[in-house]
């Protein structure tokens, strides 16, 4: 009935919106800026009928709008094109068009990219920010990743993790890898990709200074893969940027400033972790019990990712055991014994859901000024 | 990362069922079947990227076995064609065997079609169960429906209370559509097509004699254009069908056998919407409060519509006033108080959610035997 | 732990409020003031251990205060006192002057009364407005009724319909109740008593001039006894009043102006439920569609009252058949079909969940001016 | 309207039952049995009106069956009756001599008790097991805890962190706790009380071989302190007793067998708290993935406790990082890179929402015997 494909889109999400507050809410990905950055939520992974995902690629652009990211990558396959005799030779920057035009009215940013789709080594991977994708169908692999380059790609390694490529799913750089990223050919790799997650690709990227990346690798819809009306969130990389442009999120990527969003975990280096761990959970108001030497202090999560605290504090707590839980976006007030009432406050936490190496949880600490107020 | 389009529906739907089984319950339509016949639950008119859509052909396959539908057609437009440029000089059959080949592993039956995308008049109208679309690649519209008709198709009108074709949204007979009426070249109407109902369109099906259809005309997403997560459905027909099969739908379509199931209303001719009532709520224990003249009555609702009865019993309710609401798959006892106890013990509701004609609403009743219970 | 029971239910409720905002604000009982009166939400017949209740006083005050009561009336059985052999020889004021004490730091007004329990004729009935209780603790039941009509007390018969009283549920007047009515001793008659309705109550109130109310006759908890978690709400008698004051309530009361909200049904006078009727489904917006002869009319819903309306308009409606439903406190815009832009639209609906007699319903009409707007 | 108490729970609880089958079963407290014991659910510290409570005590019963408890007990404080001018004298028996009338068609066993009410020290204390409460009306504290010995009672310190009594909310002995300790009067500690949790108790109860305890101490609703319809639970102690019987229940806790249930925090000694994990947490499947070497396991909780895990085992997953939390009464199935296909997987986890001492989680592991199965 309806004609205009871009139309329907918007037409959709408001009747979404009248319909169901809390889903308009709760699918949102929310995370702070940070001191020097915007933190910009981006799904750098993506299909769309173009190589063999099931969607016109407006629904990408769709769905990102109501989770409210920043930036999306068109990211087809270039040799795999199991659409083909349907969608014949395609122009392979004609997703990435249709995507520009029906985003034009949102703040979305649409990056161009490719997935250079090569059995092992050096198995799949993303170009992104090409300028044409056409120029990157070439025969040698190696070829393939230097035309990315010329045209200033930012180049990663996907699902590092995948078992139909190793069938133990341990991430293992082979001797191209070493090579592509001695060459600065390479310059990422998924430590996140879909419902996975890889220790193996996060000790990886340390090792190696490569930027993480989570991704979704969306074939099919957000909505159904993810569980978003049960309040789940597809992974994303969060890029701290100096703006929110297509420049400001290259820049971020290529100095490695990023941390990844999967289910209620956090992965990332400790320099990017822990201000966005600082200004994710934040002290809302500090007040001793009235006559009491027992501390209230409600912390607030500014995040769409559900906290989990370990205390590690000198004090013990009146209201919880030393594991404390925050739901995303909500409050909690924690009772903190400090046997007298102090003017200084210190309390540390580890955060058991953010990790910045393998089974290497970060700790964050708060330091509360009670001066004048007791 | 996965690269099979079916594979992908599978597995989200696996993962869809795993953590939400409200959702997946809820989705669900479900409708008894009535003496005589099945009740198929069709959706009888849908776009894919074939044609103005949003998505493949196999979303629109994974759509329906969530909702528990019994048969989708496949009905493009012939004439409109958007993505042409993408996806040119389409076979016009070829959705259809895209979605053919999706659903051979589920019980869903795919009919074939199209829709004649014409303006006014005739406007738009889809012939349904095809054998080969192409072939009504033809200028003239006369020309159209008859080389449907060779192909012995079933074509019904499309929202006849479309605003772009009439700016009052009145459903109107031209003299074109009169005369393919008594040429037998237009067989059915929909009086709702996506979010729209149409008591003039019922009032020309009744009037014409024509079948009626519901259909979600879905061009977008299911679960965004119905709210599925806050408990909606998209419109479908039932067709009540001597067998599970696409002849036994053409059948029931052809002998103007069907119901229209639109939010929580239910639309049909007397012959097929009384029975279909009469199964959908039943009385699943009738028993007098002990030493008491009050009758608890259990009502049973078997189907996914909330039914609105208004008591038109002679017996007034102890519980609540005439107005009885039954929500979707659930029990309520009434409390009736029949002055006596008695042996037989008729109930008269008026039907306010269903309609048999404009502003008309059926009357359901229920026998209640209790000889030798009381 | 905790010592005094006031306290327990301050910060029992900011407990409650803190953890679960969606029942916080669902189980509110809101109702709009309407033109000359505000309208007061007050349950007038209540138990606690006083007489047979479970609960103390105090739990009383707080179930209204998080329900928004504006009033509730203490009305302990004069007679029947099972818990005498552990609360022996009590002062029948000694609840209300619990719950006095306990919400003098609310707004909720607490009336004084007792439950004159008998056999049948009169069964029981609540005086209100008492300025002895006590007083009341005589033989005849006649000299109980005057002796409240002393106190200038409000009287009214409790559940008429009780099957413990009339074992076919049937409100019917004795002879006394007649003497009664007509000595001016019997002011009012419970149309609605805990989960039930009668229509044959509904009847003798208008055929007697007696004030209709609806009330909980709450004995156990609210939140069990009325599924408060799943949306339920107790059933309250909206009075009328000049000024939120005891005496404001006796007047209302006095001159029935009420009307008794239960379940989603509203039972009242025309003169009274017409007001609250058109003060609690407004339009909030009315616009033609642009280019069209359709015209989106924005209903709000300003009531915890879910809205069954039936279109009786001259016009039909493009999204909907004739029912219409709006949930509390919420908006739905219907489309209708005024074949010509209009400048003055009038709708007229029936309210099937009111009534002003036994099944017959009110109608409400909307009249729009467009003019200047088209 | 309703006149017996005992019948209003009954008929409340079918209500409820019927309107809310989710609330209906997430608010049952369910714990597996252990090898060699039952696990009994109880509830050790309420009160009613017959002291400072505000509900009669047949609510107690009410709560606890819906609550799924298998005991609770009644400890009315001796010495403090705020509501003695109404309740004059009362026999200290009085209460539990209600609940027991109240409970006798239930499975639920009611301990009879009191509580001794006095400053520190030594503070509160509650004795269960009492055969004659009103003989523990006596001056002089110790004279108290020996009539209870008297009396078979097992004694507990209450709330040793209460701010009223200790305004740094840090439990510690008294000289006269470690007397009343030495000399067998003093046998347990509550760890838990209401919504408070003190790592000092439970090192006290280590140290002085104490029993653990966590209880309501409930004066007003359970529904609302504990916003149970939010999917919250009340505090209690589970006791692993040889049969189901207070003599049962008694001996359990002489025996130090408990374990306490406080909010998703499980506080116990390794000698219970160990067997009652492997019974809350096990595999209901595990087999490889077709053809790769990774393991998929599916790990169910049979508990109302949700589990919070942190993997230590030598392999990491696929599909998370190391924390896998578990919902209550749920599935989830973790994928785990066992590098190699393997006969025997052994995976080891902390269970970071349980404690066996301050800040001391237990590991727990599954040895998977997959031989034959690969």
């Known amino acids: 009935m309806k004609q205009a494909k871009v139309l329907v889109f918007l037409i959709v999400s408001s009747f979404l919106f009248a319909h169901d507050h809390d889903l308009e809410n709760s699918r949102k990905i929310i995370f702070p800026d940070i001191p020097g950055y915007r933190t910009l939520k981006c799904d750098l992974h993506q299909h769309t009928v173009f190589s063999d995902g099931a969607v016109w690629p407006t629904v990408r652009v769709a769905e990102a ?9 068109v990211t087809e396959h270039l040799e795999y094109q199991p659409h083909k005799d349907d969608i014949p030779h395609p ?3 004609r997703a990435y ?9 949102d703040s979305l940013i ?7 789709t090569r059995s092992m080594p050096p198995g799949h991977s993303n170009a992104i920010f090409l300028t044409d994708a056409n120029k990157l169908l070439l025969d040698d692999p190696l070829e393939v990743f230097k035309a990315a380059k010329e045209q200033g790609a930012f180049t990663f390694w996907n699902h590092p993790n995948w078992t139909a490529h190793r ?14 990223i001695k060459e600065g050919l390479l310059n990422g790799i998924e430590v996140v990709n879909e419902y996975t997650y890889s220790d193996e690709a996060l000790q990886i990227a340390l090792d190696n200074n490569l930027t993480m990346l989570g991704t979704s690798d969306i074939h099919g819809i957000i909505d159904w893969e993810y569980d978003v009306p049960g309040g789940g969130h597809r992974p994303v990389t969060l890029v701290f940027a100096n703006e929110k442009s297509t420049n400001g999120i290259k820049q971020g990527l290529e100095n490695r400033r990023t941390v990844v969003f999967f289910n209620d975990m956090l992965i990332g280096r400790p320099e990017h972790l822990l201000p966005l761990l600082k200004a994710s959970v ?26 989990q605290l370990q205390n590690k504090s000198k004090y013990t707590l009146h209201n919880s055991g030393d594991l404390v839980t925050i739901k995303p976006l909500s409050d909690i007030t924690i009772e903190v014994k400090t046997i007298e009432v102090l003017d200084k406050v210190k309390l540390n936490f580890t955060v058991l859901n953010a990790v ?10 708060f ?3 009670l001066k004048g107020t007791n």
């Open 65 to 73: 709008v109501i989770d409210n990211l920043d930036a999306i990558a």
């Open 91 to 93: 122009d392979r920057n």
């Open 97 to 105: 068009e249709i995507e520009s035009k029906a985003s034009e009215n």
């Open 110 to 116: 649409i990056i161009s990219g490719s997935e250079i």
């Open 167 to 180: 069938k133990d799913g341990i991430a293992t750089l082979t001797d191209m890898h070493k090579m592509l």
């Open 282 to 307: 934040t002290i809302s108001e500090a007040k001793y019990q009235k006559g009491k030497q027992v501390l209230n202090v409600t912390l607030h999560n500014n995040t769409s990712c559900e906290f």
């Open 356 to 365: 910045t190496a393998p089974a290497t949880h970060p700790d964050v600490e």
């Open 367 to 369: 330091e509360i000024d």
